[in-house]
């Protein structure tokens, strides 16, 4: 029989499974083609519809639970997270075999110095749609980019680039749950920690 491929991911400790997670978590900010760069993100709509859309991970803080995205504040998940703030952010790493379930209470935020500090950090190139004037999900008589037509073609200065603020806005999710499974060719593992006010509670569960 072959021997089996060593594991990426710690099988039989949980303290070693939730540091190898957010190791990766914080890896996954910095890196643009880690597959937990861009996870699903999920809310609830007015009418109970689940709506699941893929979001670029802009941070993570370990110490605090908390997960940070980018968003325009007129988007449809704003409205939805106004009246239901929790959400729900899915990873999957393929090559690991490593699934993430994070949920939690989120937040959407337009002013105050973690939006200034965010928005201070993106390129032009990534404020630009921000600077769209009609709000995303608008109805368009055909097809159409959004954005004004004199960047359509090309990245806005940083001057031209200050038009979007105003639309910018930061969603924070403070986690109060962190499901992993992890499929291994020896056995899967899943296990969860549940947050409280004492921190992470972990416990082992059947795949
Ligand atoms: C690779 C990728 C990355 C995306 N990143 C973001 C993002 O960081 N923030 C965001 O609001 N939308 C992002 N989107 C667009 C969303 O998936 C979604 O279409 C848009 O936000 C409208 O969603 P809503 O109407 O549910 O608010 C991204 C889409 C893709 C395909």
């Given at each position: 029989?072959?021997?089996?491929?060593?594991?990426?991911?710690?099988?039989?400790?949980?303290?070693?499974?939730?540091?190898?997670?957010?190791?990766?978590?914080?890896?996954?900010?910095?890196?643009?083609?880690?597959?937990?760069?861009?996870?699903?993100v999920?809310?609830?709509?007015?009418?109970?519809?689940?709506?699941?859309?893929?979001?670029?991970?802009?941070?993570?803080?370990?110490?605090?639970?908390?997960?940070?995205?980018?968003?325009d504040?007129?988007?449809?998940?704003?409205?939805?997270?106004?009246?239901?703030?929790?959400?729900?952010?899915?990873?999957?790493?393929?090559?690991?075999?490593?699934?993430?379930?994070?949920?939690?209470r989120?937040?959407?935020?337009?002013e105050?110095?973690?939006?200034?500090?965010?928005?201070?950090?993106?390129?032009?190139?990534?404020?630009?749609?921000?600077?769209?004037?009609?709000?995303?999900?608008?109805?368009?008589?055909?097809?159409?980019?959004?954005?004004?037509?004199?960047?359509?073609?090309?990245?806005?200065?940083?001057?031209?680039?200050?038009?979007?603020?105003?639309?910018?806005?930061?969603?924070?999710?403070?986690?109060?749950?962190?499901?992993?499974?992890?499929?291994?060719?020896?056995?899967?593992?899943?296990?969860?920690?549940?947050?409280?006010?004492?921190?992470?509670?972990?416990?082992?569960?059947?795949?």
């Amino acid at each position: 029989m072959a021997a089996a491929p060593p594991s990426l991911f710690p099988l039989d400790d949980l303290a070693e499974a939730q540091a190898a997670l957010w190791a990766r978590l914080a890896r996954a900010v910095r890196d643009r083609r880690s597959p937990w760069h861009t996870p699903a993100v999920a809310t609830v709509a007015a009418d109970g519809v689940p709506k699941a859309r893929v979001m670029v991970l802009r941070a993570v803080d370990q110490v605090r639970g908390c997960f940070r995205l980018h968003t325009d504040r007129r988007a449809g998940k704003v409205a939805e997270l106004a009246a239901t703030p929790r959400a729900a952010l899915l990873f999957y790493d393929a090559g690991a075999r490593l699934q993430l379930r994070v949920e939690g209470r989120a937040r959407i935020e337009t002013e105050g110095a973690e939006v200034d500090s965010a928005w201070a950090a993106s390129r032009p190139f990534s404020r630009r749609c921000y600077t769209a004037p009609q709000a995303p999900g608008t109805e368009s008589p055909g097809p159409a980019s959004g954005l004004p037509p004199h960047l359509e073609t090309r990245e806005p200065t940083l001057a031209e680039s200050e038009a979007g603020r105003g639309n910018f806005a930061i969603l924070l999710l403070e986690a109060e749950r962190l499901e992993f499974l992890h499929l291994a060719f020896t056995g899967h593992r899943r296990g969860v920690f549940l947050r409280d006010e004492t921190g992470w509670e972990g416990r082992w569960l059947i795949p």
